[in-house]
């Protein structure tokens, strides 16, 4: 089992930023993608950022410009500049993880609360 310990969230004004880290943790042999999620009210969960072993990185069209996500072995971080009211949203930490012996399976974390005012 691999745990997520996410934190950084928070309340900000328009034009502020944040930056989410995400710790994993546990039975771990090697993570090969390393991401954020998030989900606004009455809206589904979406991509915002993911890194790929080897440094690749993808982003949602919106926050490109003004979102950087980047990995240091097993924390990934978010740093999210320019927020924008419509950046408010459940976001979650995603990795995809394998032992020794499994193959690569995807964990979520418990979600971190981000609030843009406008």
């Known amino acids: 089992q691999v745990q997520l310990e996410e934190s950084g969230g928070g309340l900000v004004q328009t034009g502020g930023s944040l930056r989410l880290s995400c710790t994993a943790s546990g039975n771990i042999f090697n993570i090969n993608v390393m991401g954020w999620h998030r989900q606004a009210p009455g809206k589904q969960r979406e991509l915002v950022a993911r890194i790929i072993s080897g440094g690749s990185t993808d982003y949602a069209d919106s926050v490109k410009g003004r979102f950087t996500i980047s990995r240091d072995n097993f924390n990934v971080y978010l740093q999210m500049n320019s927020l924008e009211p419509e950046d408010t949203a459940v976001y979650y930490c995603?990795?995809?993880?394998?032992?020794?012996?499994?193959?690569?399976?995807?964990?979520w974390g418990q979600g971190t609360q981000v609030i843009v005012s406008s």
């Open positions: 995603n990795v995809y993880s394998r032992t020794y012996y499994t193959n690569y399976t995807p964990y």
